[in-house]
């Protein structure tokens, strides 16, 4: 298949697809016409996400194992903290993973 388009429209597409965060123009161009839409997300911003997250997560952990060595009725309170948790990383490790 092949598209034309004038210089200013070409040049909107580079523009759009310098934003984009897109690795390939090809590519760029493929998910416009057959999405719509490209949403870009901002690497650092997600990156600094997840590395709260993680903190968050190791002292979650290190709350459960002080608690849970002297006083086991907090089980349940723990479980539903871990699922929350759970979660949170879903979105973030589709990102990563």
Do not use: C
């Not at 979660?87 to 490790?93: D, E, G, K, R, S």
Request: hydrophobic fraction near 40%.
């Amino acid at each position: 298949m092949k598209i034309r388009v004038t210089d200013e429209e070409l040049e909107a597409f580079k523009r759009k697809y310098k934003n984009s965060g897109m690795r390939t123009f090809s590519g760029f161009v493929r998910a416009m016409l057959l999405d719509g839409y490209i949403v870009h997300f901002n690497e650092d911003k997600l990156h600094e996400i997840y590395r709260l997250a993680t903190s968050i997560s190791n002292n979650i952990n290190q709350i459960i194992v002080q608690v849970s060595s002297n006083d086991n009725s907090f089980d349940s309170d723990f479980a539903e903290i871990k699922e929350k948790m759970a979660q949170i990383w879903q979105p973030l490790n589709y990102f990563y993973m």
